[in-house]
């Protein structure tokens, strides 16, 4: 995703993410100034049973809006990204017992135009240790700082997992490693 080379011009003593717009109209041309990107430490974890995945969908918003999605989310200032991977799949799933089985590695995701950030993700492979059904309700309560946002949680057949939104299946092949 992205803007074309001819339409990104870069103004002198800018960051290296920040850029401007080119808004081309014949015989005119007008310069918009882009957001400045800022880089966010997030947590994605994939947690696996059986050849299958974890994921969810927000029952608030359609599949067009939002996709599918596994367990993700950022790291608190202070936060390992241990602690944040296993507190985000709590928070989301309404399930407790997780355990980090390993991490994946690291990824970057530019996440523009849908917020200009870089998502700097820290990716774990976690394995839930208590019985799930095969779909149910959830709801992350953000701390009651904002409305829950409501989810429906569900398995799908890992070799399903490319289905994921915004580059969350980037390291799925790493689980088999």
Known sequence: MGFPDRLMGRAEGLEPRSRKLQTIIPDHVEVVPMPEKVTKEKVLVYVVRDGRLLVFRHTDYSYEEVGIQVPAGSIRPGEAPEAAALREAREETGLNDFKIVRK??????????????????????????????????????????????????????????????SGQGALLGRLSD
């Open 104 to 165: 994946l590695g690291e990824t970057e995701y530019d996440i523009s135009p849908y917020r200009f950030e870089i998502q700097h993700r820290h990716v774990f492979h976690l394995e839930l240790t208590e019985p799930t059904l095969d779909r149910w309700m959830s709801q992350e309560d953000h701390d009651g700082e904002q409305e829950p946002t409501h989810f429906e949680c569900f398995w799908i057949p890992l070799e399903a997992a490319h289905i994921l939104q």
